[in-house]
């Protein structure tokens, strides 16, 4: 089963920043509504999988496979000025 | 025009004079301020007969017209002059309450020529200018002497150097209240150089506003996308500039043991979130910055500001250690020595490469985090190796024999994205005026955040329209001076219009663009003058010959030289990147460069 990794303030949703695919916290309401609106990923919501933006590929429709890994980021910005 | 004093100050410490003359407004309409204003005068101030650490190289502390005026983030301040580690243009910026200051005691900018004959500071109070005997500061690190110089509560505020710059290490940074840094290209030893330890501002006047109504509406409007933001209101008060430590590491773009691989396995443990989670101490923030993303954290040996992003990826990823707490350690140091901490931590990662490729003998490896601080240490007084490593990585590697282990571009270090997973952060490093640079164009909002819009970061047909547009925006923002990360949350747009209002002067936000346009333009022009060419313009050869052997960049080099052809082609240069007279013509730089041009030829 592939595995979910929460980044970022999105933790504060889960017990453990690591957690499986089709786990009860994936369903927890705080999560979903940090993560979608309208059923759709919230803007700037970042969803890799295998370091590949979910966007780039067939968004939530990307099949995925027993060894892939997905990593969802919270808006997050970076770099020193 | 307000926004701006009118003023500029010349201090000329061979004699000890100090000189106040009015700024030309007209030079203030086409270059704005900061960086923009200090490119201006250091095409007329040093030309290319002069080295980098000469007496005559000057230094040339510049705000901008909306610094001071309570507009959000308007705290920042440039320090402009020759690089010592590129021989480039440089100009370095940093937040804080200096700047603000420095303008409220009434100047635009502060010209700083010739050397003292022995160590001095200088005053800047409403009572006058005065230059002071700093004979009991010099050797002391930064905190020392921003509390010997009184920092007051930030009634009065502290620019030094530390015991770096004094020793001209080619990467010392300038220190403002304390713990900010005007940090890249070595300005530090520019000012060691010249016997000056330290300035210190007391100001009593804010800038003028044409338009108050206007302006404060404004304030409103920018209050409210910044808290409306999640950028600005959650992911940067809360973990920090680090926070984008795990994104990058996903996506394979995260330059790990001198850019040999762009995965590290500590990057969790190195992250902003394990950064807040373990060592957080509280937030801070600059003068009228309601964003807050400074960190202030503590470990059992010290408790300071920071790390940045950048700074944990060069002790961190770029050195192959994961030990979070060396890291702060690290970090903290630097800030005490006056280090440009992303050139040490490259430069140190460098001579890791170095030893054990067996071309160095050091006890510098990979993962050693007990070595960072000795290098540090090191590398300021310019003991042992570390005379070598206060040169820079690419003296340092070409020294050893192998110049193509300095991740470098024109001599200035790598910030902490690989240019093969970004392919147009790798043409806005290389493109970049002052040397590699991830501050001259936000490609990773455009290539990995998808700010203000989403492209593909592995595209390389088209890109360089998007490092045009942002180059010359980012170099319009460190003109105003405002913080890029403003800009994430408000455009350009109300940066425009806030510059309106101050200035009761209509600029339209293609203005702004235009003269961000013109700043570059002019940056170019400098590095020409000094003899840069294309050849300048590229990347490490690792970058673009080594494709990477494993994670979601594998198989990618950066494919420069298409981006580069369509860059030169875009920005309206020639086949050679020089600007054409039709374009400096266009940007009203045709007089400003040929008449420098002949003066400098018949010198």
């Not at chain 2, 219009?497 to 002067?505: D, I, K, N, T, W």
Request: with cysteine; net charge negative.
């Amino acid at each position: 089963m592939a595995r979910v990794t929460l980044y970022g303030g999105l933790r504060r949703h889960v017990s453990a920043p690591m957690q499986q695919l089709d786990s009860v916290t994936m369903r927890d309401a705080e999560l979903q509504a940090a993560l979608f609106e309208n059923d759709r990923p919230r803007p700037h919501v970042r969803v890799l999988v295998n370091g590949r933006n979910l966007e780039w590929m067939r968004g939530l429709d990307t099949p995925l496979e027993q060894d892939h890994q997905v990593a969802i980021f919270p808006p997050i910005a970076g770099g020193t000025p | 025009m307000n926004g701006w004093t009118g003023k500029i100050l010349d201090i000329d410490l061979s004699d000890a004079t100090v000189k106040t003359y009015e700024l030309d407004m007209e030079m203030a309409r086409l270059f704005l301020g900061g960086r923009g204003l200090g490119a201006r005068l250091l095409w007329d101030a040093v030309g290319p007969a002069i080295e980098p650490l000469s007496p005559d190289n000057v230094l040339i502390f510049a705000t901008g017209p909306l610094t001071a005026t309570g507009y959000q983030t308007s705290n920042r301040f440039s320090v402009t002059t020759k690089s010592p580690l590129t021989g480039t243009i440089l100009d370095a910026n940093s937040g804080g309450f200096w700047g603000m200051q420095f303008k409220k005691a009434g100047y635009d900018a502060l010209v700083v020529r010739g050397r003292a004959e022995r160590p001095v500071y200088v005053e800047i109070t409403p009572n006058g200018v005065t230059i002071e005997d700093a004979k009991h500061l010099w050797g002391a690190r930064v905190g020392a002497v921003t509390e010997q110089l009184g920092q007051n509560d930030n009634r009065r505020n502290v620019l030094c150097i530390g015991p770096a710059g004094e020793n001209l290490s080619r990467m010392a940074a300038i220190m403002n209240d304390g713990r900010r840094s005007l940090a890249r290209g070595g300005p530090g030893a520019v000012m060691g150089r010249k016997n000056l330890k330290a300035i210190v501002v007391e100001g009593k006047e804010r800038p003028g506003i044409q338009d108050h109504e206007g302006f404060r509406f404004l304030l409103y409007e920018s209050r409210k996308m910044l808290r409306t933001s999640p950028l600005t209101s959650q992911a940067l008060p809360e973990f920090g500039t680090a926070v984008v430590m795990n994104l990058i590491n996903h996506i394979g773009a995260l330059p790990t043991r001198n850019f040999q691989q762009s995965q590290f396995e500590g990057a969790e443990a190195i992250s902003g979130e394990a950064l807040t989670e373990k060592y957080l101490v509280k937030n801070a923030s600059c003068w009228a910055c309601p964003i807050g993303c400074t960190r202030i954290s503590r470990t059992q040996k010290v408790e300071g500001e920071g790390p940045e992003y950048e700074t944990t990826w060069a002790f961190g990823a770029q050195c192959g250690v994961d030990d979070l707490a060396a890291i702060i350690e690290a970090n903290h140091l630097c800030n005490e020595l006056g280090l440009d901490t992303i050139s040490t931590g490259s430069t140190i990662g460098c001579a890791m490469e170095l030893t054990e490729r067996g071309l160095l003998d050091s006890d510098l490896r990979f993962g050693r985090a007990d070595m960072l601080a000795p290098a540090i240490e090191a590398l300021a007084y310019r003991r042992d190796l570390g005379d070598d490593l206060a040169d820079g990585s690419l003296r340092l590697a070409t020294k050893y024999g192998a110049p193509e282990l300095s991740m470098s571009v024109k001599g200035l270090e790598m910030p902490a994205y690989d240019p093969r997973g970004m392919q147009g952060q790798g043409l806005l490093y290389a493109t970049s005026n002052r040397g590699a640079c991830h501050m001259r164009g936000n490609m990773l909002g455009l290539e990995v955040l998808g700010l203000p819009k989403r492209i593909d970061r592995f595209q390389v047909q088209g890109k360089s329209s998007y490092v045009i547009l942002h180059q010359n925006i980012a170099a319009a923002i460190d003109s105003l001076v405002v913080c890029k990360f403003t800009h994430m949350a408000v455009g350009e747009e109300y940066f425009a219009r806030v510059l309106s209002a101050v200035s009761g002067v209509e600029f339209s936000t293609g203005d702004l663009v235009r003269a961000g346009e013109r700043v570059w333009n002019l940056e170019r022009m400098y590095n020409l003058r000094e003899g840069f060419t294309r050849s300048d313009d590229t990347l490490p050869s690792r970058l673009l010959r080594e494709p990477l052997a494993d994670g979601p960049s594998k198989g990618w080099v950066n494919e420069l030289e298409p981006m580069l052809a369509e860059y030169y082609r875009a920005r309206g240069w020639d086949r050679q990147g020089v600007p054409t007279q039709d374009k400096l013509k266009e940007l009203e730089l045709e007089e400003i460069v040929n008449s420098q041009q002949s003066t400098v030829n018949s010198q």
